[in-house]
């Protein structure tokens, strides 16, 4: 059975950083892609940042030049690191793995981002 478990989030000022990390666990396939979701109040659930298993990345405008995504595969954990957080950040952040057997998403880490 896949797993896939957040931490990192927490509560930070504007300006600030912080790394979620996802552990991934359960699964002997490999996935397409590896990514980060969020869904604010109010808001429509976004895409927030992906990898894919040749490399690549992407993310959505609102976070170019101040989030990272990367992967750690010795440890299966997938990273977010988030710069320069803004209060329009603050949600509820979500690792998500798409592969042969589906999409399979983790529990979800607060972040919340005061002025």
């Known amino acids: 059975q896949v797993q896939l478990v957040e931490s990192g989030g927490g509560l930070v000022q504007a300006g600030g950083s912080l790394r979620l990390s996802c552990v991934v666990s359960?699964?002997?396939?490999?996935?397409?892609?590896i990514g980060w979701y969020r869904k604010a109040p109010g808001k429509q659930r976004e895409v927030v940042a992906g990898?894919?298993?040749?490399?690549?990345?992407n993310y959505v405008d609102s976070v170019k030049g101040r989030f990272t995504i990367s992967k750690d595969s010795a440890k299966n954990t997938v990273y977010l690191q988030m710069n320069s957080l803004k209060p329009e950040d603050t949600a509820v952040y979500y690792c998500?793995?798409?592969?042969?057997?589906?999409?399979?998403w983790g529990q979800g880490t607060q972040v919340t981002v005061s002025a």
């Open positions: 998500v793995a798409s592969g042969m057997g589906g999409d399979y």
């Open positions: 359960g699964s002997t396939f490999s996935f397409n892609v």
């Open positions: 990898l894919r298993s040749d490399g690549r990345t």
